[in-house]
T-cell receptor, first 117, second 119 residues
Framework: AQTVTQSQPEMSVQEAETVTLSCTYD???????LFWYKQPPSRQMILVIR??????QNATENRFSVNFQKAAKSFSLKISDSQLGDTAMYFC??????????????FGTGTRLKVLA | GAVVSQHPSWVICKSGTSVKIECRSL??????MFWYRQFPKKSLMLMAT?????????EQGVEKDKFLINHASLTLSTLTVTSAHPEDSSFYIC???????????????FGPGTRLTVT
């Protein structure tokens, strides 16, 4: 069975600084997808970034980038130039590859990030 | 982008009554939807997978007679909490998968959630 671990329950960062959130996972699958979701106080889940395991290149989305280490089963999220609006709960999620949408996400326990002014 | 709605956004009900929560995919069809429960400051706990035209698949420990799921159409799934009790008070979130643009992956689009309070 797949598991996802986020070892940092809470983190804080000064505005404009850089912060890295950790995520490790365990799987015997070779083809899978990894995601970072943000859940602000509104509690709406928002996709931050997606990584497909067959791609060696790390995904980037503006200020957000990942460090994907497949052999180490590590998938960390780096937030550059942190903004107050980045304050949220961040969840790492795993999904094995499927040709349909029937496979579920496996979520980590989350990291609460607070950006300080 | 794909939008998933939930109704109601919050509901208060009395103990012993039933409450229905709707999850709709507004601009795409979803043969599968997922229902989650989230306690304060905790992760999302998958309750069940809703399948259009067939029975839902429940996760271990989730009472299927208490949490009735009906996936009546390709855009609507409902979760009914029957004979609700205060311990059922929680935040309920649904999601629907859609193939990501330009990619092979399916990703989940989440509804805004429903806060249920049972008094």
């Amino acid at each position: 069975a797949q598991t996802v671990t986020q070892s940092q329950p809470e983190m804080s960062v000064q505005e404009a600084e850089t912060v890295t959130l950790s995520c490790t996972y365990d799987t015997s699958e070779n083809n899978y997808y990894l995601f970072w979701y943000k859940q602000p106080p509104s509690r709406q889940m928002i996709l931050v970034i997606r990584q497909e395991a067959y791609k060696q290149q790390n995904a980037t989305e503006n200020r957000f980038s990942v460090n994907f280490q497949k052999a180490a089963k590590s998938f960390s999220l780096k937030i550059s130039d942190s903004q107050l609006g980045d304050t949220a709960m961040y969840f790492c999620a795993f999904m094995k590859h499927a040709t349909s949408g029937t496979y579920k996400y496996i979520f980590g326990t989350g990291t609460r990030l607070k950006v300080l002014a | 982008g794909a939008v998933v709605s939930q109704h109601p956004s919050w509901v208060i009900c009395k103990s012993g009554t039933s409450v229905k929560i709707e999850c709709r995919s507004l601009d795409f069809q979803a043969t599968t939807m997922f229902w989650y429960r989230q306690f304060p400051k905790k992760s999302l706990m998958l309750m069940a997978t809703s399948n259009e035209g067939s029975k839902a698949t429940y996760e271990q420990g989730v009472e299927k007679d208490k949490f009735l799921i009906n996936h009546a159409s390709l855009t609507l799934s409902t979760l009914t909490v029957t004979s609700a009790h205060p311990e059922d008070s929680s935040f309920y979130i649904c999601s629907a998968p859609l193939r990501a643009a330009g990619g092979r992956a399916y990703e989940q689009y989440f509804g805004p959630g429903t806060r249920l309070t049972v008094t």
